[in-house]
């Protein structure tokens, strides 16, 4: 069973499992989760690992940090000045702020650039800082 389990993360491109009984944490599945669903709708304006660009502000800016409440609803809602439109038709609560806490781990600089399922030791699942985020 285990061979197969292997050869089917070979095929479908894993880059590491975790061991036996231990999988990723709950934050680390938020924060992984909010990876995929920015690169499917945000990463156009705001840069592949939320540092901006000409369309957008850089989000991993910790003078520009948001609190979850200000993120979830600037991303339901759409920005004040208009420039960013609303996403609730797109994504619900979750996974907004699955969104959120892969920014706060950019912006904390506890996750380094790249998918979290590649930045870990030995470019296995990034692990999540002891303690972070300070609240949740």
């Known amino acids: 069973m285990i061979s197969r389990i292997l050869l089917l ?8 499992l975790p061991s036996a009984g ?20 945000c990463y156009r304006c705001h840069g592949m690992n939320a540092v901006g660009g000409t369309l957008a502000p850089n989000l991993s800016d910790p003078n520009r940090k948001l ?3 200000e993120f979830v609803y600037t991303v339901r809602n ?4 208009g420039a960013m439109q609303s996403w609730s038709k797109l994504l ?4 907004i702020t699955q969104l959120y ?3 706060l781990a950019r912006t904390d600089k506890v996750l380094p650039p790249g998918r979290p399922d ?8 990034w ?5 972070w985020p300070k609240s949740k």
């Not at 759409?78 to 000045?81: E, K, M, P, Q």
């Not at 619900?92 to 996974?95: A, E, H, I, Y």
């Not at 692990?127 to 303690?131: D, E, T």
């Open 92 to 95: 619900d609560d979750k996974q």
């Open 22 to 41: 231990q999988g990723p944490s709950d934050m680390y599945k938020d924060v992984y989760n909010g990876w995929k669903w920015w690169h499917v709708y």
């Open 78 to 81: 759409g920005s004040a000045d």
């Open 101 to 103: 806490y892969y920014v």
């Open 118 to 125: 590649e930045v870990g030791p030995n470019g296995g699942y």
């Open 127 to 131: 692990i999540v800082p002891k303690g």
């Open 9 to 16: 993360a070979a095929v479908l491109g894993a880059t590491a």
């Open 67 to 69: 609190t979850l409440k």
